[in-house]
């Protein structure tokens, strides 16, 4: 078993959709969980930083976290089709094994106009 | 405002050729990490630097791979003998102690 686990879709939606899109992980040592975007042949950029359960926003994504399930989430408001990209969701332990991050493979978006 | 830079962003070699990348981190990050990622995964750990000192190498980092952070700014890493199943892209992050990681654009490799 992986230790994070994320569908890695395709998942096609219309414009304007609310998206949601998991991750489920099974290592309790991890306490800090990201969203990182990924466009096509492009590094990844952070989205989303997180570090305790329960809701945090930012504009038009909402980043949720359920430690005692182990299951994070990412929303995503009004989607558009500049949106279209991998999301990866990332993770981190605290103390001394807090540089390492662990990815899922990522979930494909397209968001068609 | 640089991000973290990395050069060349894409790079052909020939199966058992030596290539090396190199990575410029955001200046104020005292942290650098090395990350690997093929078609269909997420990146995975290479190794990480604090400062000028390697403190962690994952076992996917054979010993045709070497990494250096000379003087603690940026970084290089070298493969020796190139195979094809090296073939991928190489992602370049940093961070300060308490922050998450930002990411480089990426090397791209392809070995023939």
């Known amino acids: 078993q992986k230790e994070v686990e994320q569908d890695p879709g395709p998942l096609s939606v219309p414009e304007g959709a609310i998206v949601s899109l998991n991750c489920t992980y099974s290592?309790?040592?991890?306490?800090?969980f990201m969203w990182y975007r990924q466009y096509s042949r492009k590094g990844p950029e952070l989205l989303m930083y997180t570090y305790s359960s329960g809701n945090k926003e930012d504009g038009r994504f909402t980043a949720q976290v359920d430690k005692s399930s182990k299951y994070i989430s990412l929303f995503i408001r009004d989607s558009q089709p500049s949106d279209s990209a991998t999301y990866l969701c990332a993770m981190k332990g605290s103390g001394g094994s807090n540089y390492k991050l662990t990815f899922g493979k990522g979930t494909l978006l397209t968001v068609n106009p | 405002d640089t991000g973290v830079s990395q050069d060349p962003r894409h790079k052909i070699t020939k199966r058992g050729q030596n290539v090396t990348f190199r990575c410029d981190p955001i200046s104020e990050h005292n942290r650098l990490y090395w990350y690997r990622q093929t078609l269909g995964q997420g990146p995975e750990f290479l190794t990480y630097f604090q400062n000028e000192a390697q403190l962690e190498k994952s076992r996917l980092l054979s010993d045709r791979f070497s990494a250096e952070r000379p003087k603690g700014s940026f970084s290089t890493l070298e493969i020796q003998r190139t195979e094809q199943g090296d073939s991928a892209m190489y992602l370049c992050a940093s961070s300060k102690p308490t922050d998450t990681q930002y990411f480089g654009p990426g090397t791209r490799l392809t070995v023939l």
């Open positions: 290592n309790s040592a991890f306490q800090y």
